[in-house]
Structure formats: C-alpha cells, structure tokens
C-alpha cells in the first residue's frame, strides 16, 4: 500500500508522498505538525526535560527537506537540547541524587556510574531473540573456518562493536534496536531517526572505538599470559576495525567522512598512505585510495569538522599500531623460537601443546621475545654467523 499524495494548501500543486516542500512554492508540506512539534520542544526545554525535547526535534527534523535552511536550524537544536541533557546528566551523579556514596567518592564516583551504565548495555542485546539467533548463525559460519573458541571471539568483538553504535545512539535519546548479525558479513543497529552529519560521524565511529577497546583487552591478555591465541584475536579485531573505516558503502569509516571537507579528506588519505608506507599493512592502502576518491566527492562539505577527523585519525593510528605491534612480536616469537605456525593461524593456535616446562612457558612469553631475540643474534655473532643444529 503506497501513501497518496497530498496538496499544497499554498497553491493547489499536487506533491508526492516522498516531498518534504512544494516543488512550485516552496511551501513546507507538514508546516502544521512541524509547529506542533516546535511548541511541544520548546515546552519541554522550558521543563528542563531535554531528552524529551532531542526526541521532539529530531522527530520535526526527518519532516523538513535535507540540506534547507530550516533543517539546518533544527539540527542546531536538536545538538543544543543532546548536550544540554548529558550536562544534566553528569550533574544529577555529580550531586548523587541522594547517594550518600556518590557524594564522599565525587568524580570517581561519576566515572564509575558512566562507565556501569556503559557496560551493562552489553547485556541488552542477550536479552533479545533475534540477536540471540543472528548471533549463533554467526558463530556457526565462523565455526567451520577457524574452529569454535576463535569463532566465539571475533562474534563477541564484533557485538561489542554493535553495542558502541547503540551506547552513542542512547545517549542522544535515539531509541535503536538490539544488535542483528548478518553471517559472514557482520553486524548492524537500525537507527529509525534522522541524523545530521556530525551526529552520524560521532554514531558512526564509537563501535569502532569499543571495538578497539576490545582489541586492547585481548592485547593486555596475550602479553601477561604468552597465549598467542590472545595475540591472534588482537591482531585480528584490529584488523577488522581498519577496514570498517573504509570510508565506502554503508561502513563506518563512510559515515565518518559524511563532515569532513575536502581538505579533511585529503589530509586523512594522506596520513593512511604515510601509515602504509611504515607499517605495510594492505589495508592502510585500500583506506588510502578509497579516502583519496572520497574527495573528489563534490557534496563534501565546505566546512571544517575537527572534532570527527580528530576521532577518525587517532582510532586509525590506534588500530594500526596495535596491527604492528603485533606483527613486531611475531617477528621475535619467529626468530627466537623458529616458526610462526601456531600464530600465522589462528584457529590452530588454541590447539598448539602447551609449554611443557615452566622454562618454556616463559619463553613463550611476548615480554620476552626481544631479549631472547638479542641473546640468539649475539651469539650467532659470536660463531661467526653459524647456526647451531
């Protein structure tokens, strides 16, 4: 069932349903909700219910034509009433709400509740059927490439990843739905409000911010505990995390690039090229050469917007210095212990025997590899450049 289209009250011109303005008088289509709605926000900001009056806007953003003066105004106060609220929020822990803890603690107290109420979201998408499913379908594609246990990981980096897409979306009083899987190919949050371009960069990067935390996480673990399994899911959910910043098609990195000027772009493909050239890591060059076409785009913004190209960079070195840091210590693990087998695949590494000494265990170690890596070049020297048998 199509919706029929409607008159403009101004001149009698018939608009289709997908119009947002009279395409003979410029007339607005739904000026009279539009005034509802501004009354409505404005009444709520009055009230001090913020939240409310983000939703209101937003709601009276997705009636106006992109790109129009009006939808420029709007999405001013649709930023203005989502700072406003999240001023209020950090207010109402700063004051404890009646907590006699959160009043002694102070600030720590704040950023523990922040980051509780951050984290107990990982739980939400359990609690829905249809994540629970598109999850286990994930897994079971994952499964029969690289065995369960690494699997299992890469599903659980990339729902994290999902629920960072989600935390920001609830924090601008959007109301997303639980995460979906698609097998082989991700994951996704369907987002039912209009977004300005800022606003989709700031959504848009966050799951690849929780995504690297997750590969920090794993990092953290294969260095205190010598798993190379750790060090494969780290090298990987970086990985990941890089080519999700493609600025191409319906990734994140696209969304990022939505603010960014021309020069932005240029000087984001620029930094990736240099980053490929001292890490040579493929994907930096595929990011390169997508960003690079991303610039000749002519509906790029001809304002500056720092505050996404700052977030995008700096999650973009992040990522690549984990990818290398980790190749480094490959290279150690192969010159001190001869073969990268275990590593070079993931999915057997979790297999591969344990150390069996306690001696072993510690060369095993990542910490270690660059001593050990030294001791072998020096005495090779010292045999004169022979290897023993």
């Not at 190919?185 to 409000?193: K, P, Q, S």
């Not at 920090?216 to 673990?221: D, E, K, Q, S």
């Not at 930096?284 to 690079?292: N, P």
Request: contains cysteine.
């Amino acid at each position: 069932m199509t919706a029929e289209a409607t008159i403009c009250a101004g001149c009698g011109t018939e608009v289709a349903p997908a119009l947002f303005a009279c395409p003979s008088c410029r007339a607005l289509v739904h000026r009279e909700r539009l005034d509802a709605l501004a009354r409505d926000a404005a009444a709520a900001e009055e009230a001090k219910d913020f939240t409310a009056a983000s939703r209101l806007w937003r709601e009276a953003l997705a009636l106006l034509p992109a790109g129009s003066r009006q939808s420029e105004v709007v999405a001013d106060r649709v930023e203005s009433a989502v700072k406003a609220a999240q001023r209020a929020d950090l207010e109402a822990l700063r004051r404890g709400d009646g907590s006699r803890l959160a009043k002694i603690l102070g600030p720590i107290a704040v950023a523990a509740i922040v980051l509780f109420s951050e984290l107990k979201l990982l739980f939400l998408g359990l609690t829905k059927m249809g994540t629970l499913v598109s999850m286990f379908l994930s897994l079971g594609v994952y499964w029969t490439a690289w065995g369960w246990k690494f699997a299992l990981a890469i599903v659980a980096g990339i729902y994290v990843h999902e629920i960072g897409h989600l935390a920001a979306m609830r924090r601008r009083g959007m109301r997303p739905d639980a995460p979906m899987f698609v097998p082989g190919l991700g994951a996704f949050v369907r987002m039912r409000e209009r977004v300005t371009p800022a606003e989709d960069a700031t959504i848009g990067l966050a799951g690849p911010w929780w995504g690297f935390g997750v590969a920090v996480v794993a990092l953290i673990v294969w260095l205190t505990t010598g798993a190379r399994f750790w060090g494969a899911v780290a090298h990987t959910t970086a990985w990941i995390t890089v080519f999700n910043l493609t600025p191409v098609w319906q990734l994140d990195g696209s969304r990022a690039f939505r603010p960014l000027s021309v020069a932005q772009r240029w000087g984001i493909a620029a930094l990736v090229a240099i980053a490929f050239a001292a890490t040579r890591e493929g994907t930096l060059l595929l990011v390169a050469l997508v960003a690079a076409t991303r610039a000749f785009e002519k509906r790029a913004p001809r304002t500056h917007d720092w505050r996404a190209f700052a977030q995008y960079v700096a999650l973009f070195v992040a990522c690549a210095a984990v990818m290398r840091f980790v190749r480094v210590c490959r290279f150690w693990l192969i010159l001190c212990n001869g073969s990268a087998h275990a590593f070079s695949r993931p999915h057997a590494g979790w297999r591969a025997p344990r150390a069996a000494t306690r001696h072993e265990a510690e060369r095993a170690r990542p910490a270690a590899f660059v001593g050990q890596a030294f001791t072998r070049l020096g005495g090779r020297a010292a045999r004169g450049g022979r290897d023993d048998i």
